[in-house]
Nanobody, 118 residues
Framework: QVQLVESGGGLVQPGGSLRLSCAASGRAFRSHAMAWFRQAPEKGREFVAAISRGGGDVNYGGSVQGRFTVFRDKDKNTMFLQMNNLKPEDTAVYFC???????????WGQGTQVTVSS
């Protein structure tokens, strides 16, 4: 069983930045690939970013490429999502997921709300 807890969401103006965190239960962190997804009201879940178990391989959804960066800190058992140049269309609930390999994520956090608005 893997437990995931997201944090770092909030209200930010367009063009601003936020850093999301996803803390994972200890031993499981190093054996799972991880990812961020998001879901806006009345829309389906959208892939944002993924990172391999070792952190060497990353990939991004087209709408965030060049603005978001995903990375993980094995000492803190935490994955991060650095979001820069935020746009109103980035407004959504952001979820982190963990799984043996991309794109099969079987464990999910509760989500954190990100709102981009002036």
């Amino acid at each position: 069983q893997v437990q995931l807890v997201e944090s770092g969401g909030g209200l930010v103006q367009p063009g601003g930045s936020l850093r999301l965190s996803c803390a994972a239960s200890g031993r499981a962190f190093r054996s799972h690939a991880m990812a961020w997804f998001r879901q806006a009201p009345e829309k389906g879940r959208e892939f944002v970013a993924a990172i391999s178990r070792g952190g060497g391989d990353v990939n991004y959804g087209g709408s965030v490429q060049g603005r978001f960066t995903v990375f993980r800190d094995k000492d803190k058992n935490t994955m991060f999502l650095q979001m820069n140049n935020l746009k109103p269309e980035d407004t959504a609930v952001y979820f982190c997921g963990a799984g043996i390999r991309h794109p099969d994520y079987e464990y999910w956090g509760q989500g954190t709300q990100v709102t981009v608005s002036s």
